[in-house]
C-alpha cells in the first residue's frame, strides 16, 4: 500500500507531553540584563539562568536526555550574559509513561557548559579575558546538536554560520568551522570577476577627477579608468571626451567665450563647443569639473581640477605608499584618429607616461580603445594587455535587437579605410579569433550579452510604463536570455570586460526589481572576466558576496568586525577639515568645505566671526586682510601710499579694493593691537562683494585666488551639508568655532546666541552632528547653562586649548590660570563639568624641540628652507594628557595636522601618515586637519576592508543529523 506524505501528517495523534515551567532557573550569574524589565510578567534580570526555548534534542540514555536552548532571547545584543548549556533533562511524560505526570525534572548537576578555555575563537567573545571562557549567546546563535561516537558534540549555529566541535566535557576543540560556498568561476582564469571604477566613483563624484578616482579606490575598485584626450599642448587629460562643455564650467568662464566653435570628431559636427585641443595644459587647469548628469549630485560642482594622465598615477602610487593597496590603471585613447589628424598622437605619449612614472607592471594596466588601428600599433610597441572595445547606438526596443549605425556602426578607423564591417561584426567567432592577434580582452557594451526589449501587454502598440513614472527606460523593460558571447570570447582566449553598470533604477531592467546587486550576479555568474561601473562599492560588494569561499550571515563575526582604537568611546577618530580641506583650497569657502567632504572628512569646521548686521560668516579672525604695524603702533606703508599687507594671515582681497580702503582701522583684539579691516565694520552685503584668497601663498600658492571664491555664512556651509546629505545620503557634521567672543561682547554681539539661533533656525541641531569650540571658557559656560536650556537643544562643547597662554576672559576677569593649569587632570575634571571634550594644540600631546647638532647654539635647519618650523624639529616623549582627559570623561581632538614640510616634525620621515598614526596609537578621538584627504587614508589603515554578508538574514544548521555508526554529519543549512 502506498501513502501519500500528508496522510502520515494528519494521522499523527499526540501521545503524551511534558511541560517544562518557564520559571526554571539553573544556577549561574544573573540573567536577561539587556531585556524589558518587567518580560512576561516577571522582573529581570532573572535570580540565575532560565531553562527553556530548546531548539535540539539528544537520547542521553534509556530515560533521560540532552536539551540544548538556542542563544537566549532572541538577539545578539540581549543575550551576553546568557550562558550556552546543554541540560539533561528526565521528562515524565503524561499519557505513557507509569504515573507520569506531566511534569520535567532537570539535572543541575550534570549540565553541560559550552566553553573556550583553549582559544580556539578566533575572534573576541564576551568572556574574552576569563580564564573559563564561558560561552554565551553573544558569541554564538546554536540551533541543532548530536553526538559523535567518541562522544564528541557536534553543534550547528546561525551567527556565522559555524559548525562547532565540543569534547563531552563541552570545551571547543577547534576553531569554528565556517560553512563553505563552493564556487566555479566561469571567467576565463577561473578567478574573481575585476571591478573597474568607471571614469572613477563617475556615480558620486564629477567624473575624471582625483577625488573620483580616489573614492573609487577608497571602494574596492581594483581599476581606475581614465579616458584620455590631448590639450594643445600635447598633454594627456582624463576627460571622457574631447569636448570639455558638458564636464566642465567652461561655459561660465569669460574669459575662454571665444574659444567656443564648431568642430568635427569622428565624423561628427559638434556645434558652439570647447574642445580640449585647443587649450593649453595651464588653461584647463584653470577649469574645474561638474556632474554632467542631472539626475546625480550637484552638490560638487566647480570644486575639482581637470587631472592629467601622470596625476592619476602618481594618485594610485601614493594610496600604495600610505595603504600597501595595488591599483591598477585603465587608460582610454579616445578618438585616437581625431587626435592623429591633430598631430596630437594619444598612444606615444601614454607609453612615455607609463615608463616616466615607472607604472608598466602588465598585472596593473589595460589599454583601451573603440579604434582598432591604434591598438594593432600598440601591440608592436608594448606588452601591457590591450582591449577592443565594442559599440552599438542603441536597441531596438520592439525586439531587443542591437543597432549598428551612424558613428556608432564601426570603429572610426574602419569608416576612414572603408572597411565595412560593424562592431556587430566584431563579435562573430571569427573576428574575435582576429582581435585575440593583437589584444588581449574586448569591451563590450553590456546589452551586447544581455538585451532587453520592451514590454507591451495590452497590445496597443505603445511600451508599457511598468512603474508609472512617466518615462520609459531600461526600468520599464525585460531581459532577453544571454548570447554567447562571453563563451565566444573565452573560447578565443579573450578577456571580456562589459560597460557600464549603474544603480540608478532608469537603467536597471524591471526584472532586477530596481535592485543593482541583481545585474552584477547575472553577469558574474555569465563570467564576465571584470566590469566596469559607475559605483565601485556596489561591485565590489556583490562580487565578494558571490565569490566569498564561506557563507557568512549578517552576524558573522568576520561581517561585524570593526577595529578597535583606544578612544574614549572605543570608536574610529573623527576626521575634521579644519576650515574646510584648506590645505588644497582657500580656507573658510564653500569650496574648501566641498573638498573636505569628497576627501572623506566626517566634520567640517567653520570658524565664526559676525558682520556688521548680525550675520555669522566663516573666516578664521574677525580681519578680512591684516595690514603690517610700525613699532609706534601705526599701519606701515609701502612708498605709494598703500598699507603693507600681512600676506600670511590675509584671507579676502579686501585690501584691493579701493572702495573699502577707508574702512582700514586698528583695534585691539585680545588685548593686542592690529590693523586690518574688521568683518564687523562690514555688512554682508558688502562681505559678498570680496573674494576670498588662500591665506598663506608663500606655501600653498594661489591657484584658486581667482575662482572668485566668496566669504559663507553659517547658514550656507549648513546649507551644503544639508543638500549633500539629501543628494547622496552622507550626514557630515559641522564643528564652529566662536571666535574672540569676549572681543564680540564688548561691541555688543553675542556670537554664542547667534550661533545657537542659526543652528535651531537651520533645523541642525542633532548632537551627533554638531560641536561647539572656543578658546574662552565663560561663552561655553553660557552655551551649557542658559543659551543651549533656553534653545531646548544640548549639542556637545569643547574646551580648546592654545600652545601657551590662558584664555582671554581669563585675562579680563583677572583669573590667572593658563591653558596649561587647565590641562591638569583637576582643569580637567572642571572643563568636565560644561564640555564633553578639549581640543589641544598637537604639541600638548607631542611636544617638538629644536636640535642643534653643530653646537653652534643655534637650531638646525634640517629641512634646508632657510626657515626654522616644525620641520626643523623632533618629537619629545608624549604626555599624558590624552589619558588624564578620558579618565575625566572627555574626548581629545587635537588640532592641526599638516602634510608641508613646514610643518611636519623632521621625526616622521617626511610622511605625513606617520604623524596622523602616532596621533591615533596614542588613543585621540579626532583631528583637524588641513588635509582630511590624508587623515582619512592614515585612519583607513586601520581599518579592515568591509566584509559583506551573503545570507539575507541570520540562517545557519536548524538541523543536524548524523549516521547510524555515529561517524558522518549531515547539517541541514537553513537558508541557501
Same mark, same amino acid.
Given at each position: 500500500?502506498?501513502?501519500?506524505?500528508?496522510?502520515?501528517?494528519?494521522?499523527?495523534?499526540?501521545?503524551?507531553?511534558?511541560?517544562?515551567?518557564?520559571?526554571?532557573?539553573?544556577?549561574?550569574?544573573?540573567?536577561?540584563?539587556?531585556?524589558?524589565?518587567?518580560?512576561?510578567?516577571?522582573?529581570?534580570?532573572?535570580?540565575?539562568?532560565?531553562?527553556?526555548?530548546?531548539?535540539?534534542?539528544?537520547?542521553?540514555?534509556?530515560?533521560?536526555?540532552?536539551?540544548?536552548?538556542?542563544?537566549?532571547?532572541?538577539?545578539?545584543?540581549?543575550?551576553?550574559?546568557?550562558?550556552?548549556?546543554?541540560?539533561?533533562?528526565?521528562?515524565?511524560?503524561?499519557?505513557?509513561?507509569?504515573?507520569?505526570?506531566?511534569?520535567?525534572?532537570?539535572?543541575?548537576?550534570?549540565?553541560?557548559?559550552?566553553?573556550?578555555?583553549?582559544?580556539?575563537?578566533?575572534?573576541?567573545?564576551?568572556?574574552?579575558?576569563?580564564?573559563?571562557?564561558?560561552?554565551?549567546?553573544?558569541?554564538?546563535?546554536?540551533?541543532?546538536?548530536?553526538?559523535?561516537?567518541?562522544?564528541?558534540?557536534?553543534?550547528?549555529?546561525?551567527?556565522?554560520?559555524?559548525?562547532?566541535?565540543?569534547?563531552?566535557? +563541552?570545551?571547543?576543540?577547534?576553531?569554528?568551522?565556517?560553512?563553505?560556498?563552493?564556487?566555479?568561476?566561469?571567467?576565463?582564469?577561473?578567478?574573481?570577476?575585476?571591478?573597474?571604477?568607471?571614469?572613477?566613483?563617475?556615480?558620486?563624484?564629477?567624473?575624471?577627477?582625483?577625488?573620483?578616482?580616489?573614492?573609487?579606490?577608497?571602494?574596492?575598485?581594483?581599476?581606475?579608468?581614465?579616458?584620455?584626450?590631448?590639450?594643445?599642448? #600635447?598633454?594627456?587629460?582624463?576627460?571622457?571626451?574631447?569636448?570639455?562643455?558638458?564636464?566642465? /564650467?567652461?561655459?561660465?568662464?569669460?574669459?575662454?567665450?571665444?574659444?567656443?566653435?564648431?568642430?568635427?570628431?569622428?565624423?561628427?559636427?559638434?556645434?558652439?563647443?570647447?574642445?580640449?585641443?585647443?587649450?593649453?595644459?595651464?588653461?584647463?587647469?584653470?577649469?574645474?569639473?561638474?556632474?554632467?548628469?542631472?539626475?546625480?549630485?550637484?552638490?560638487?560642482?566647480?570644486?575639482?581640477?581637470?587631472?592629467?594622465?601622470?596625476?592619476?598615477?602618481?594618485?594610485?602610487?601614493?594610496?600604495?605608499?600610505?595603504? %600597501?593597496?595595488?591599483?591598477?590603471?585603465?587608460?582610454?585613447?579616445?578618438?585616437?584618429?581625431?587626435?592623429?589628424?591633430?598631430?596630437?598622437?594619444?598612444?606615444?605619449?601614454?607609453?612615455?607616461?607609463?615608463?616616466?612614472?615607472?607604472?608598466?607592471?602588465?598585472?596593473?594596466?589595460?589599454?583601451?580603445?573603440?579604434?582598432?588601428?591604434?591598438?594593432?600599433?600598440?601591440?608592436?610597441?608594448?606588452?601591457?594587455?590591450?582591449?577592443?572595445?565594442?559599440?552599438?547606438?542603441?536597441?531596438?526596443?520592439?525586439?531587443?535587437?542591437?543597432?549598428?549605425?551612424?558613428?556608432?556602426?564601426?570603429?572610426?578607423?574602419?569608416?576612414?579605410?572603408?572597411?565595412?564591417?560593424?562592431?556587430?561584426?566584431?563579435?562573430?567567432?571569427?573576428?574575435? &579569433?582576429?582581435?585575440?592577434?593583437?589584444?588581449?580582452?574586448?569591451?563590450?557594451?553590456?546589452?551586447?550579452?544581455?538585451?532587453?526589449?520592451?514590454?507591451?501587454?495590452?497590445?496597443?502598440?505603445?511600451?508599457?510604463?511598468?512603474?508609472?513614472?512617466?518615462?520609459?527606460?531600461?526600468?520599464?523593460?525585460?531581459?532577453?536570455?544571454?548570447?554567447?558571447?562571453?563563451?565566444?570570447?573565452?573560447? &578565443?582566449?579573450?578577456?571580456?570586460?562589459?560597460?557600464?553598470?549603474?544603480?540608478?533604477?532608469?537603467?536597471?531592467?524591471?526584472?532586477?526589481?530596481?535592485?543593482?546587486?541583481?545585474?552584477?550576479?547575472?553577469?558574474?555568474?555569465?563570467?564576465?572576466?571584470?566590469?566596469?561601473? $559607475?559605483?565601485?562599492?556596489?561591485?565590489?560588494?556583490?562580487? /565578494?558576496?558571490?565569490?566569498?569561499?564561506?557563507?557568512?550571515?549578517?552576524?558573522?563575526?568576520?561581517?561585524?568586525?570593526?577595529?578597535?582604537?583606544?578612544?574614549?568611546? +572605543?570608536?574610529?577618530?573623527?576626521?575634521? +577639515?579644519?576650515?574646510?580641506?584648506?590645505?588644497?583650497?582657500?580656507?573658510?569657502?564653500?569650496?574648501?568645505?566641498?573638498?573636505?567632504?569628497?576627501?572623506?572628512? /566626517?566634520?567640517?569646521?567653520?570658524?565664526?566671526?559676525?558682520?556688521?548686521?548680525?550675520?555669522?560668516? &566663516?573666516?578664521?579672525?574677525?580681519?578680512?586682510?591684516?595690514?603690517?604695524?610700525?613699532? $609706534?603702533?601705526?599701519?606701515?606703508?609701502?612708498?605709494?601710499?598703500?598699507?603693507? @599687507?600681512?600676506?600670511?594671515?590675509?584671507?579676502?582681497?579686501?585690501?584691493?579694493?579701493?572702495?573699502?580702503?577707508?574702512?582700514?582701522?586698528?583695534?585691539?583684539?585680545?588685548?593686542?593691537?592690529?590693523? #586690518?579691516?574688521?568683518?564687523?565694520?562690514?555688512?554682508?552685503?558688502?562681505?559678498?562683494?570680496?573674494?576670498?584668497?588662500?591665506?598663506?601663498?608663500?606655501?600653498?600658492?594661489?591657484?584658486?585666488?581667482? /575662482?572668485?571664491?566668496?566669504?559663507?555664512?553659517?547658514?550656507?556651509?549648513?546649507?551644503?551639508?544639508?543638500?549633500?546629505?539629501?543628494?547622496? %545620503?552622507?550626514? !557630515?557634521?559641522?564643528?564652529?568655532?566662536?571666535?574672540?567672543?569676549?572681543?564680540?561682547?564688548?561691541?555688543?554681539?553675542?556670537?554664542?546666541?547667534?550661533?545657537?539661533?542659526?543652528?535651531?533656525?537651520?533645523?541642525?541641531?542633532?548632537?551627533?552632528?554638531?560641536?561647539?569650540?572656543?578658546?574662552?571658557?565663560?561663552?561655553?559656560?553660557?552655551?551649557?547653562?542658559?543659551?543651549?536650556?533656553?534653545?531646548?537643544?544640548?549639542?556637545?562643547?569643547?574646551?580648546?586649548?592654545?600652545?601657551?597662554?590662558?584664555?582671554?576672559?581669563?585675562?579680563?576677569?583677572?583669573? %590667572?590660570?593658563?591653558?596649561?593649569?587647565?590641562?591638569?587632570? &583637576?582643569?580637567?575634571?572642571?572643563?568636565?563639568?560644561?564640555?564633553?571634550?578639549?581640543?589641544?594644540?598637537?604639541?600638548?600631546?607631542?611636544?617638538?624641540?629644536?636640535?642643534?647638532?653643530?653646537?653652534?647654539?643655534?637650531?638646525?635647519?634640517?629641512?634646508?628652507?632657510?626657515?626654522?618650523?616644525?620641520?626643523?624639529? !623632533?618629537?619629545?616623549?608624549?604626555?599624558?594628557?590624552?589619558? $588624564?582627559?578620558?579618565?575625566?570623561?572627555?574626548?581629545?581632538?587635537?588640532?592641526?595636522?599638516?602634510?608641508?614640510?613646514?610643518?611636519?616634525?623632521?621625526?616622521?620621515?617626511?610622511?605625513?601618515?606617520?604623524?596622523?598614526?602616532?596621533?591615533? $596609537?596614542?588613543?585621540?578621538?579626532?583631528?583637524?586637519?588641513?588635509?582630511?584627504?590624508?587623515?582619512?587614508?592614515?585612519?583607513?589603515?586601520? @581599518?579592515?576592508?568591509?566584509?559583506?554578508?551573503?545570507?539575507?538574514?541570520?540562517? %545557519?544548521?536548524?538541523?543536524?543529523? @548524523?549516521?547510524?555508526?555515529?561517524?558522518?554529519?549531515?547539517?541541514?543549512?537553513?537558508?541557501?
Amino acid at each position: 500500500m502506498q501513502y501519500h506524505p500528508l496522510s502520515l501528517i494528519m494521522s499523527t495523534t499526540l501521545k503524551s507531553f511534558s511541560v517544562l515551567s518557564a520559571d526554571t532557573f539553573a544556577p549561574g550569574p544573573r540573567s536577561g540584563s539587556a531585556i524589558a524589565n518587567p518580560t512576561n510578567g516577571r522582573t529581570t534580570p532573572f535570580p540565575g539562568q532560565p531553562v527553556q526555548g530548546f531548539s535540539a534534542v539528544q537520547f542521553a540514555n534509556s530515560s533521560t536526555f540532552w536539551f540544548m536552548p538556542d542563544n537566549g532571547y532572541g538577539a545578539k545584543g540581549n543575550s551576553a550574559d546568557y550562558l550556552l548549556r546543554i541540560y539533561q533533562v528526565d521528562p515524565n511524560f503524561k499519557g505513557t509513561d507509569a504515573n507520569g505526570d506531566g511534569t520535567v525534572s532537570v539535572n543541575f548537576q550534570n549540565f553541560i557548559q559550552l566553553s573556550d578555555p583553549n582559544q580556539e575563537v578566533p575572534f573576541k567573545i564576551q568572556n574574552d579575558g576569563t580564564s573559563d571562557r564561558l560561552l554565551t549567546g553573544f558569541d554564538f546563535d546554536i540551533e541543532s546538536f548530536v553526538i559523535d561516537k567518541k562522544g564528541d558534540i557536534w553543534i550547528g549555529e546561525e551567527f556565522g554560520p559555524y559548525l562547532l566541535h565540543f569534547n563531552a566535557k +563541552g570545551e571547543l576543540l577547534e576553531a569554528p568551522i565556517a560553512t563553505p560556498n563552493p564556487v566555479k568561476l566561469n571567467t576565463l582564469n577561473g578567478q574573481a570577476p575585476l571591478v573597474i571604477g568607471h571614469r572613477g566613483a563617475s556615480g558620486e563624484l564629477p567624473e575624471h577627477t582625483l577625488e573620483a578616482y580616489k573614492l573609487a579606490i577608497d571602494s574596492g575598485a581594483d581599476f581606475i579608468e581614465p579616458d584620455l584626450v590631448s590639450t594643445q599642448d #600635447g598633454v594627456l587629460i582624463a576627460r571622457h571626451e574631447p569636448i570639455l562643455g558638458g564636464t566642465t /564650467d567652461v561655459a561660465s568662464r569669460p574669459e575662454f567665450a571665444s574659444r567656443k566653435r564648431d568642430g568635427i570628431i569622428d565624423g561628427v559636427l559638434y556645434k558652439d563647443e570647447f574642445f580640449a585641443s585647443d587649450f593649453t595644459l595651464a588653461e584647463i587647469k584653470t577649469l574645474r569639473a561638474v556632474m554632467p548628469q542631472g539626475y546625480r549630485t550637484q552638490a560638487f560642482n566647480g570644486v575639482f581640477q581637470i587631472p592629467t594622465l601622470e596625476e592619476v598615477i602618481n594618485l594610485i602610487k601614493q594610496v600604495e605608499k600610505d595603504t %600597501g593597496k595595488k591599483i591598477g590603471i585603465y587608460p582610454e585613447t579616445k578618438h585616437p584618429t581625431y587626435h592623429d589628424n591633430l598631430g596630437l598622437s594619444l598612444e606615444e605619449p601614454l607609453l612615455t607616461t607609463l615608463q616616466k612614472t615607472e607604472f608598466t607592471d602588465p598585472s596593473r594596466v589595460f589599454i583601451q580603445s573603440f579604434e582598432v588601428s591604434n591598438l594593432k600599433e600598440l601591440n608592436t610597441k608594448t606588452d601591457l594587455p590591450l582591449v577592443q572595445l565594442l559599440d552599438a547606438y542603441d536597441v531596438d526596443y520592439a525586439t531587443g535587437k542591437l543597432l549598428y549605425q551612424d558613428e556608432y556602426a564601426r570603429p572610426y578607423d574602419f569608416t576612414v579605410k572603408g572597411d565595412t564591417r560593424t562592431y556587430g561584426d566584431l563579435q562573430t567567432p571569427a573576428s574575435l &579569433a582576429e582581435i585575440a592577434t593583437y589584444a588581449d580582452g574586448i569591451g563590450p557594451w553590456k546589452r551586447m550579452i544581455v538585451s532587453v526589449k520592451n514590454v507591451d501587454a495590452n497590445n496597443d502598440g505603445k511600451a508599457d510604463d511598468l512603474n508609472n513614472d512617466g518615462m520609459i527606460n531600461d526600468a520599464d523593460r525585460v531581459t532577453l536570455p544571454p548570447t554567447s558571447l562571453v563563451q565566444d570570447a573565452h573560447a &578565443a582566449g579573450l578577456q571580456i570586460h562589459p560597460y557600464t553598470f549603474r544603480n540608478e533604477g532608469r537603467f536597471l531592467a524591471s526584472n532586477y526589481n530596481g535592485d543593482p546587486a541583481k545585474e552584477f550576479e547575472q553577469f558574474i555568474q555569465l563570467g564576465v572576466d571584470a566590469y566596469f561601473t $559607475d559605483f565601485p562599492r556596489t561591485g565590489d560588494q556583490v562580487r /565578494d558576496q558571490l565569490t566569498s569561499p564561506v557563507v557568512r550571515s549578517p552576524q558573522n563575526p568576520d561581517v561585524l568586525r570593526t577595529a578597535e582604537f583606544e578612544t574614549l568611546d +572605543g570608536k574610529a577618530p573623527i576626521v575634521i +577639515g579644519h576650515r574646510g580641506a584648506s590645505g588644497s583650497r582657500p580656507e573658510h569657502t564653500l569650496d574648501a568645505y566641498q573638498k573636505a567632504i569628497a576627501d572623506g572628512a /566626517d566634520f567640517i569646521e567653520p570658524d565664526l566671526v559676525v558682520t556688521r548686521d548680525g550675520v555669522l560668516i &566663516a573666516r578664521h579672525e574677525p580681519l578680512l586682510a591684516v595690514a603690517a604695524l610700525n613699532a $609706534d603702533g601705526t599701519i606701515k606703508l609701502e612708498a605709494n601710499g598703500k598699507p603693507v @599687507i600681512n600676506t600670511t594671515d590675509t584671507s579676502t582681497d579686501v585690501y584691493l579694493r579701493d572702495k573699502f580702503a577707508d574702512r582700514l582701522t586698528i583695534k585691539t583684539l585680545d588685548g593686542v593691537k592690529v590693523a #586690518g579691516w574688521f568683518a564687523e565694520d562690514f555688512t554682508l552685503a558688502e562681505v559678498k562683494e570680496l573674494n576670498a584668497i588662500e591665506r598663506i601663498p608663500a606655501i600653498r600658492g594661489t591657484a584658486f585666488n581667482n /575662482d572668485g571664491l566668496k566669504v559663507p555664512t553659517l547658514t550656507e556651509v549648513i546649507a551644503l551639508i544639508q543638500q549633500v546629505e539629501k543628494e547622496t %545620503g552622507r550626514k !557630515i557634521g559641522i564643528y564652529p568655532e566662536t571666535k574672540h567672543p569676549t572681543f564680540f561682547e564688548n561691541q555688543g554681539l553675542n556670537t554664542s546666541q547667534l550661533l545657537v539661533d542659526t543652528l535651531v533656525a537651520t533645523k541642525f541641531t542633532d548632537p551627533t552632528r554638531v560641536f561647539i569650540q572656543s578658546f574662552e571658557v565663560d561663552n561655553l559656560k553660557a552655551l551649557n547653562d542658559t543659551i543651549m536650556p533656553g534653545a531646548k537643544i544640548d549639542i556637545p562643547l569643547v574646551q580648546l586649548f592654545g600652545g601657551s597662554g590662558r584664555p582671554y576672559d581669563f585675562v579680563v576677569s583677572g583669573d %590667572g590660570r593658563t591653558y596649561t593649569d587647565l590641562s591638569t587632570p &583637576a582643569g580637567l575634571a572642571e572643563i568636565a563639568t560644561y564640555a564633553a571634550g578639549i581640543g589641544p594644540n598637537k604639541q600638548r600631546i607631542v611636544p617638538l624641540t629644536t636640535v642643534d647638532r653643530d653646537g653652534n647654539g643655534q637650531p638646525d635647519d634640517l629641512n634646508g628652507d632657510g626657515q626654522i618650523s616644525d620641520g626643523d624639529r !623632533i618629537t619629545g616623549t608624549p604626555t599624558t594628557l590624552v589619558e $588624564d582627559a578620558h579618565t575625566a570623561g572627555l574626548k581629545v581632538h587635537l588640532y592641526t595636522l599638516r602634510n608641508e614640510s613646514f610643518f611636519l616634525s623632521s621625526s616622521y620621515g617626511g610622511n605625513p601618515i606617520n604623524e596622523y598614526k602616532q596621533f591615533i $596609537d596614542l588613543g585621540i578621538d579626532g583631528f583637524f586637519t588641513d588635509f582630511p584627504g590624508t587623515g582619512f587614508t592614515a585612519r583607513s589603515t586601520y @581599518i579592515p576592508d568591509p566584509v559583506y554578508p551573503n545570507l539575507a538574514g541570520s540562517g %545557519g544548521y536548524e538541523g543536524m543529523a @548524523i549516521n547510524p555508526d555515529q561517524t558522518k554529519l549531515y547539517p541541514l543549512l537553513e537558508k541557501p
